[in-house]
């Protein structure tokens, strides 16, 4: 079996405060999905220090797809069912795209590690899939999920304050009246479950999980939670962009029910950080601008995304990494909502953003109709 994309040359593996990562990204068609899952979990069995998958994103091209790779998952990889989170996405290269992130398995969070006194970061992710039959059922799935995940965490020795990245996958994200769109049901109950289990604590100022809000086709509803019990000298930092009005700030008019999520959530450590950028889009202040210029639109993005990357605002929390900015970018996903716009979004992408950070481009829907694209990303700054 051959893959259009060799994990080997889409794939980026480094250190951060005392564990491996390794971020790789691959397409294939739906008949070579085992197989291609089996390459990569023979691959990182293999690697001097063993590697565990902690987050499978696989990005299928329609509903039948979808159905198909989560009755293999089921069947031949039950272990990773609840750290995949499979969507309708088409890629734009191939049928069907894997992007997973590694990290070496001691430091994965699990019933035995979770008791321990290992002075690694410990990692724990988990993923729900659901079909939703309808859009009023929306916010009952999406807080059962969460709850879910929730418990599993705890069960980890994982509490909401070790919650640092959400994925939400929103079915017909923007369907319906402006205060009854699956995207504001969302946002109403994470609202509600962040207030029952204190994440933000209610007060102006404290932190909330990254996140990203993004469509996939069909009436379904995907929720991925990462968490990190830190170590002793490392803390999570919530960063804001000074030119983007908070999410959890946002007018009525711009979102009915504000958004709670940071723009980017940060572990800090002396002169090395490893950030979670936000889902980000061509938001100035609170208001969308370059509207109906795709290129545009992309620039401002990556420059909202440099921006929280700047070694100006970590510095404001005594942290001086030796490389910061877009350079320190290891992985990326694009959202683009047309896909008569891909070619010109992965050549700004190009451009602008390092040769050897691993990239996935798929077609979604975005949270604002006049919204055109939507990147997030994972930098790693070393001392």
Not at 173 to 192: F, K, L, M, S
Not at 331 to 348: E, G, N, P
Request: net charge negative; charged share 15%.
């Amino acid at each position: 079996m051959t893959l259009s994309i060799p994990f080997g040359d889409n794939a980026l593996a480094l250190s951060f405060a005392g564990s491996r990562h390794k971020f790789l990204s691959a397409t294939c068609t739906p008949d070579a999905f085992s197989d291609c899952l089996l390459q990569l979990v023979a691959a990182s069995s293999s690697e001097p220090v063993p590697l565990g998958v902690l987050r499978l994103v696989v990005a299928v091209s329609d509903q039948d797809q979808l159905h198909g790779i989560l009755e293999q998952l089921t069947k031949d990889f039950p272990a990773l069912l609840c750290r995949a989170e499979v969507v309708v996405q088409p890629p734009f290269s191939g049928q069907l795209q894997l992007s997973a992130w590694l990290v070496d398995q001691a430091a994965i969070a699990n019933e035995a590690s979770s008791n321990s006194s290992s002075a690694a970061l410990q990692w724990l992710f988990s993923a729900s899939n659901e079909l939703v039959p309808s859009n009023a059922q929306v916010a009952s799935v999406f807080s059962r999920q969460f709850y879910d995940g929730m418990t599993f965490g705890h069960a980890q020795g994982h509490t909401p304050d070790d919650l640092l990245r959400a994925w939400i996958y929103i079915g017909n994200i923007t369907q319906g009246r402006h205060d009854e769109t699956p995207y504001q049901q969302v946002n109403a109950a994470r609202r509600d479950v962040f207030q029952e289990v204190g994440i933000g604590k209610g007060t102006v100022g404290s932190p909330f999980p990254a996140s990203t809000g993004i469509g996939t086709q069909g009436p379904s509803l995907t929720l991925g939670l990462l968490s990190c019990r830190t170590r002793p000298g490392m803390r999570l930092v919530a960063l804001e962009n000074r030119r983007q009005t908070s999410a959890f700030h946002y007018p009525k008019e711009e979102s009915l029910i504000a958004p709670l999520f940071s723009r980017a959530v940060a572990i800090l450590g002396g002169a090395q950080a490893m950030v979670f950028v936000s889902g980000t889009a061509s938001i100035v202040g609170a208001k969308s601008v370059h509207l109906g210029d795709i290129e545009q639109q992309t620039r401002q993005t990556l420059e909202n995304i440099g921006n929280l990357l700047c070694a100006r605002l970590l510095s404001d929390y005594d942290c001086y990494p030796a490389v910061s900015g877009l350079e320190s970018i290891v992985s990326y996903t694009v959202y683009i909502k047309h896909r008569k716009d891909f070619a010109l979004v992965r050549a700004v992408c190009a451009a602008l953003l390092p040769d050897r950070a691993v990239a996935s481009f798929v077609e979604a829907d975005v949270c604002r109709t006049e919204l055109l694209v939507e990147i997030e990303a994972i930098a790693v700054m070393p001392e």
